[in-house]
């Protein structure tokens, strides 16, 4: 497909688990951005990956959030013993970042249950 | 501290009328504006951007407005459709340096469009 894609659309884990979350932007999408829509919030914003360029992370939460992109296409968000209040939707989004208006085509999200 | 406020969580409105999305902000080193819609389960799709350079934007039946002194925004949707039901959130985007360019969103507001 031609759009962002997201892996798994699902995910229920135990509190103390690891995961990892994938995302697959759009082919010749330089930028990807991670974000978590939690219960009744907006779009938080988590971290920026750009070319080979060092990523911004100034909007993950917490150490036990990180992220890679390998080769500058597919991405993985990683949280390592995940809480309760990790519960969210995290959406993956990609452009192409010298477009001046930088419009970010977003992926469906990976909804995450934390019991 | 929320940046972009989206003060209405609903709104209703009647077919074939006019639909006015509001959006606040705070922060003036915001220099352009996006509105996104969101259906359930899939990720937020791009509707219409303004710089903040001008004042309006128009695309069909979908115009957004921007009042800078206000720090004030607003789309316009007109007429109606029952396919406009969604989520619309508000996006202020700036740039942060270090090459990233990082969009702030508002919690958004659900819009139903009755038949």
């Known amino acids: 497909g031609a759009g962002v894609s997201q892996s798994p659309s699902n995910k229920v884990t135990e509190k103390g688990k690891d995961v990892e979350l994938r995302c697959d932007p759009i082919?010749?999408?330089?930028?990807l951005y991670w974000y978590r829509q939690s219960l009744g919030q907006g779009l938080e914003f988590l971290i920026y990956?750009?070319?080979?360029?060092?990523?911004?992370k100034s909007g993950l939460p917490s150490d036990r959030f990180s992220a890679e992109r390998t080769g500058g296409s597919v991405s993985t968000l990683t949280i390592q013993r995940t809480q309760q209040e990790d519960s969210a939707v995290y959406l993956c989004?990609?452009?192409?970042?010298?477009?001046?208006?930088?419009?970010?085509?977003f992926g469906p999200g990976t909804r995450l249950t934390v019991l | 501290d929320q940046q972009v406020k989206q003060n209405s969580p609903s709104l209703s409105v009647q077919e074939g009328r006019i639909s006015i999305l509001n959006c606040d902000y705070t922060?003036?080193?915001?220099?352009?504006f996006l509105w996104y819609k969101k259906y359930p389960a899939e990720g937020p799709t791009f509707l219409i951007s303004?710089?903040?350079?001008?004042d309006k934007n128009e695309d069909g039946r979908f115009t957004v407005f921007l009042n800078k002194s206000a720090k004030h925004l607003s789309l316009h949707i007109v007429p109606s459709q029952p396919g406009d039901s969604a989520v619309y959130f508000c996006?202020?985007?700036?740039?942060?340096?270090?090459?990233?360019?990082?969009?702030?969103f508002g919690k958004g507001t659900k819009l139903s469009v009755i038949p």
């Open positions: 990956f750009q070319g080979n360029s060092a990523p911004d």
């Open positions: 922060n003036s080193m915001f220099d352009y």
């Open positions: 303004i710089s903040s350079i001008k």
């Open positions: 996006a202020a985007g700036k740039y942060s340096g270090a090459g990233s360019y990082q969009l702030t």
């Open positions: 989004a990609s452009s192409l970042a010298r477009v001046s208006y930088n419009e970010q085509f």
């Open positions: 082919s010749g999408h330089t930028a």
